[in-house]
C-alpha cells in the first residue's frame, strides 16, 4: 500500500493563478480530509469528507473547493491564489470519521508570490 | 478563539528521563482526545488517543491523562529517547460533529543524548 500520496511537493505560484492539489489513498478509507500547517497555528481543517460524493467545510474554507467524486482520490483547489495560501498543506484519511486514526500524506509545500 | 491550548510551544528533556506534554481545551463538547507526533518534512503521525469515559490510557512508553474538570490532558513519555525528537500535537472533536479534529499548535520536544 502506498497510503496517502500528495502532488506536488512543491509549488511556487503567482498572485491570482488556480491550480489543483492533489490527494490519493489506497487504504479504502471513507473518510478525507485537507489541512494546512502555519508557523504557531498549528494545523487548520480547510475541509473534509465523509464519503464519495459528500463534502463538508471546515475552520478554514475560504478560497478553497474540493470534490469527491472517488472514494480514493480528494483534490484541493485553489481557485485564485493569494499569499495567505502560503501554507504546507497535508491530505489525511481514516477508516469513518476524524477520531480514527488518521493518515497524513508527506505534505505540499505552497508559496504564492 | 482558540479551543485546543498547548501553551508551551518547546520542551527540552534529557534522554531517560520522563516527558510531560500538557494540553487545554476550552470547549466542554470535546469527547475525545488524540495526540499526532510529526518530524521535520513529513506529515503527522497518530500517537495516542483518550475517550472522555477514562482517564487514563496506555501504549507502552507513552501514556495519556485526561482531567476533563480541570478540561486539561497530558503526555507522558517514559523513558524520553533521542527519537522521539519531534512536534508533538493534540488534537480533539466533539461526537456528532463528523468527528472533526481541531488541533492545537504543537509542542516542539528535543531529548538530549
Known amino acids: 500500500n502506498a497510503g496517502v500520496t500528495q502532488t506536488p511537493k512543491f509549488q511556487v505560484l503567482k498572485t491570482g493563478q488556480s491550480m489543483t492539489l492533489q490527494c490519493a489513498q489506497d487504504m479504502n478509507h471513507e473518510y478525507m480530509s485537507w489541512y494546512r500547517q502555519d508557523p504557531g497555528m498549528g494545523l487548520r481543517l480547510i475541509h473534509y469528507s465523509v464519503g464519495a460524493g459528500i463534502t463538508d467545510q471546515g475552520e478554514v474554507p475560504n478560497g478553497y473547493n474540493v470534490s469527491r467524486s472517488t472514494t480514493e482520490d480528494f483534490p484541493l483547489r485553489l481557485l485564485s491564489a493569494a499569499p495567505s495560501q502560503t501554507s504546507v498543506y497535508f491530505c489525511?484519511?481514516?477508516?469513518?470519521?476524524?477520531?480514527?486514526?488518521?493518515?497524513f500524506g508527506p505534505g505540499t509545500r505552497l508559496t504564492v508570490l | 478563539d482558540q479551543q485546543v491550548k498547548q501553551n508551551s510551544p518547546s520542551l527540552s528533556v534529557q534522554e531517560g528521563r520522563i516527558s510531560i506534554l500538557n494540553c487545554d481545551y476550552t470547549n466542554s463538547m470535546f469527547d475525545y482526545f488524540l495526540w499526532y507526533k510529526k518530524y521535520p518534512a513529513e506529515g503527522p503521525t497518530f500517537l495516542i488517543s483518550?475517550?472522555?469515559?477514562?482517564d487514563k490510557n496506555e501504549d507502552g512508553r507513552f501514556t495519556v491523562f485526561l482531567n476533563k474538570s480541570a478540561k486539561h490532558l497530558s503526555l507522558h513519555i517514559v523513558p524520553s529517547q533521542p527519537g522521539d525528537s519531534a512536534v508533538y500535537f493534540c488534537?480533539?472533536?466533539?461526537?456528532?460533529?463528523?468527528?472533526?479534529?481541531?488541533f492545537g499548535k504543537g509542542i516542539t520536544l528535543s531529548v538530549r543524548p
Open positions: 489525511a484519511s481514516s477508516l469513518t470519521d476524524g477520531n480514527d486514526e488518521q493518515f
Open positions: 488534537a480533539a472533536s466533539a461526537t456528532g460533529a463528523n468527528s472533526k479534529l481541531t
Open positions: 483518550i475517550s472522555s469515559i477514562k
